[in-house]
């Protein structure tokens, strides 16, 4: 396979990435570099004429449920299983910094 990019641009662009790699980083990542460049030929290369750009391979809905009134739950049974409630509302501790 013949790498489409040069293990000086591969170079520069860990230069401006702010990389430092060694000599055998640098071969390493110049060739994976060069396998991903060539795939993107391939994928590039395809025919796609009539093919409608797509979000998902597969058609999706959405499978949310519908809203429905239902009947409320009472305060007083809810703050009952609350390890601690003041004045109707649930009690938790204090956040560090506020003050009380």
Known sequence: MTEPISEK?????????RLRLSQEELQRFTKQL???LEHAKDVEA???DG??????P???E????????HEML???????????AED?????????GEQP
């Open 46 to 48: 395809l025919q796609l």
């Open 88 to 96: 109707g509302r649930f009690q938790v501790p204090q956040i560090l």
């Open 74 to 84: 009472d305060r007083e049974d809810i703050l009952a299983q609350a390890p601690a």
């Open 9 to 17: 641009e591969v170079s520069h662009v860990a230069h401006l990435a």
């Open 34 to 36: 060069g396998a991903v």
């Open 58 to 60: 597969l058609p999706m």
């Open 51 to 56: 093919v409608e750009p797509m979000s998902h």
């Open 62 to 69: 959405n499978v949310t449920r519908k809203d429905e009134v």
